[in-house]
């Protein structure tokens, strides 16, 4: 059966310094298994000339040194690593709580998203911090979580404009995603709270406070209990 | 320890080296100098490793005084630089004196300049590289472009002066270019005939918001052809994403690591440095190469690098 972890995969050049891997092109839990597994390969064992990693729902992006490598010398070594996942043991994600205050000045989107799924601003909560959410991988900037799935009922679009600056800590929701900014980005997601938790510590060992495959709760805080966490 | 005063900040002026690598699991992308090519170069002017910490500026070049004196060169674009009110070339290395100033005006060409000091810009390390990240205010010096009064630190140099510059000749093949050679990006089949046609006919326009994160282009909108909905993956470095407005927009050295807007077309690897030479409003066009042509030509530009007709001494 080892043949069948290489199945379904494909490979597309991204660049002639890059190169996709893709499980599909579907956000399964199976491709994500597969995601951190390769990835973990990868990190353990890395390729010589390979330069970074970029993981995503059903997808890992290898940047490569183009003087050392070519997309299909890689792709050979790729599919060596490939054919050893069915045999791979991943850590069960640790289970990790992100305090947060919903609503007015931390939320601003909180009543629109009420609005638009025909909820009130206390179901939008309720519901936001009813499920328990996987780290599906990092990326767009440091220390940036997408989290899903979403509750069915309040997948909601992007802003039609962006936002030019997000404050540091908002919790946000986009589709059927959500995530908190780490620093003041511009952003299109809808914000329905802020969490005191600092997503992205520079000085750590683990600098992101959330790794890929963790396993998310949001806890509704008061903005008194926000507000002595943040002095903590 | 000497040191560069900085009288004068400039646009936007911030300590960069060859970025870091490896981190896109945490969501860091890379940074680095926007023209890395004129920074290697500035570096192997003053006697330094290619990859030292230098300063890179922004169509606006700071002041700086050098109180202990310093070996220095500037390369990429010319910014009119004066030392103490004397002409001071690009290309040339140049040993300042305790106490000179030296004074970088608006440009002349492109939108970068360097200035490379010997022993390099000390700052402590982030991740592995002195980088500047200043959308998250990482690396570099405090994490931002330099201010008024800052206070650099220059890293020891053991190496005396020697008089260096560019061959004019070598470097024409690093000069500034209109056309921008791309490779075919991950979704370029979502794009229809006439909307790959009306990208690689049309001029655009750098746009004024464009930034180290990704240069904003205006010109002939392109659409997808399909309903597809994109699954945000990985971006490499100059991958051109459209988002749904039409208008492409390239991703550079402080790039967001993940996207969800579909990648018409790729920079080469060999044109990423005529990326950081680009000004708002400059006009420019892309010609589509194939992968193997885009690493003969990268091969090329490394070959010249590490000649040594490039530097005469």
Excluded at chain 1, 93 to 122: H, M, Q, W
Excluded at chain 1, 191 to 212: D, E, H, V, W
Excluded at chain 2, 60 to 77: E, K, Y
Excluded at chain 2, 273 to 279: D, S, T
Aim: proline content about 7%; overall charge positive.
């Amino acid at each position: 059966m080892q043949t069948a972890q290489t199945d379904g995969v494909e490979f597309q050049p991204a660049s002639d310094q890059s190169l996709l891997i893709y499980f599909g092109q579907q956000i399964t839990p199976d491709a994500h298994q597969r995601v951190r597994k390769l990835l973990r390969l990868l990190e353990r064992e890395p390729i010589a000339g390979v330069r970074n990693l970029n993981p995503a729902y059903c997808s890992i992006l290898v940047s490569f040194d183009a003087l050392q490598l070519k997309h299909a010398q890689l792709v050979e070594i790729l599919r060596g690593y490939l054919r050893r996942l069915a045999a791979m043991r991943i850590p069960k994600g640790r289970e990790l709580k992100i305090p947060t205050c919903y609503g007015g000045e931390f939320g601003p989107d909180l009543n629109d998203v009420a609005s638009l799924r025909g909820l009130t601003p206390a179901q939008v909560i309720e519901l936001h911090a009813s499920v328990t959410y996987v780290v599906y991988f990092l990326g767009f900037v440091p220390g940036f979580a997408y989290l899903g799935e979403l509750p069915e009922a309040l997948a909601t679009p992007r802003l039609d404009s962006p936002r030019r600056s997000t404050p540091p800590g908002s919790v946000g929701i986009a589709g059927n995603q959500t995530g908190v900014y780490p620093f003041a980005t511009p952003g299109g997601w809808r914000l329905i709270g802020r969490t005191p938790i600092a997503m992205f510590r520079p000085n750590r060992k683990a600098m992101s406070f959330l790794a890929i495959g963790d396993r998310v709760r949001f806890t509704p805080i008061s903005s008194a209990r926000f507000a002595a966490l943040e002095r903590a | 320890m000497s040191t560069i005063q900085v009288q004068a900040p400039g646009l936007l002026t911030t300590v960069q080296d060859l970025g870091r690598q490896g981190f896109g699991p945490v969501g860091v992308s890379p940074s680095g100098a926007a023209d890395p090519i004129s920074l290697r170069v500035g570096n192997r002017l003053v006697g330094n490793k290619e990859g030292a910490a230098g300063l890179e500026m922004l169509l606006l070049g700071g002041t700086f005084i050098f109180p202990q004196g310093a070996v220095v060169a500037l390369t990429g674009s010319d910014f009119g630089a004066t030392l103490d009110n004397v002409r001071f070339d690009v290309g040339t290395s140049v040993q300042v004196r305790p106490g000179q100033t030296l004074r970088l005006g608006p440009t002349t060409s492109g939108a970068r300049c360097y200035l490379c000091v010997q022993g390099g810009i000390a700052v402590k390390p982030f991740l592995g590289s002195a980088s500047t990240h200043i959308l998250s205010g990482l690396g570099g010096f405090e994490g931002r472009p330099l201010r008024k009064s800052d206070v650099l630190g220059i890293g020891r140099a053991s190496k005396r002066f020697r008089k260096r510059a560019v061959n004019p000749k070598a470097s024409e093949n690093f000069s500034r270019r209109k056309i921008l050679r791309v490779t075919p990006g991950p979704q370029a089949d979502w794009f229809s005939e006439s909307s790959l046609r009306a990208f690689y006919e049309g001029t655009y326009r750098v746009d004024e918001q464009s930034n180290r994160m990704g240069l904003r282009l205006e010109g002939a909108a392109v659409s997808q052809s399909g309903a597809s909905e994109m699954i945000t993956e990985g971006v490499s470095l100059g991958a051109i994403q459209v988002p749904n407005g039409g208008s492409p927009i390239i991703l550079f050295v402080e790039q967001q690591t993940t996207g969800g807007y579909p990648q018409i077309a790729n920079v080469i690897s060999a044109d990423l440095h005529r990326l950081g030479q680009l000004r708002p409003r400059d006009a420019i066009r892309f010609e589509p190469v194939t992968f193997d042509h885009a690493r003969s030509l990268l091969i090329e530009q490394e070959k010249l690098l590490a000649s040594r007709e490039l530097i005469l001494e």
